[in-house]
């Protein structure tokens, strides 16, 4: 069973940075996709950074340009680095890792990291 463990959340000021961790339970390279996806109080659980087995990195508009996300293969882990948070990036962050097996798409969750944006 696929475990995917987050750290790194807190409150942050507007205009802070933070970095969440995501660390897999198994090699990151077993994976087809990695990613962070966040849901905000009152609303549905919504994307926000991918990053592909051969390297492509795709974000949601909302966090182009502040977000990084970045994987370290010798420690199992993936990052995704918050720059200029505000109010608007408060919300649970989750980890999420895809395989392909037996021809179907499979989803793993982590647990998900409290991320609180506030002066």
């Known amino acids: 069973q696929v475990q995917l463990v987050e750290s790194g959340g807190g409150v942050v000021q507007p205009g802070g940075s933070l970095r969440l961790s995501c660390a897999a339970s198994?090699?990151?390279?077993?994976?087809?996709?990695m990613g962070w996806y966040r849901q905000a109080p009152g609303k549905e659980r919504e994307f926000v950074a991918h990053i592909f087995s051969d390297g492509r990195t795709e974000f949601a508009d909302s966090v182009k340009g502040r977000f990084t996300i970045s994987g370290d293969n010798a420690k199992n882990t993936v990052y995704l680095e918050m720059n200029s948070l505000n109010a608007a990036d408060t919300a649970v962050y989750y980890c999420n890792a895809n395989k392909i097996r037996s021809g179907s798409f499979v989803t793993h969750w982590g647990q998900g990291t409290q991320v609180a944006v506030s002066s």
């Open positions: 198994e090699s990151i390279l077993s994976f087809v996709r």
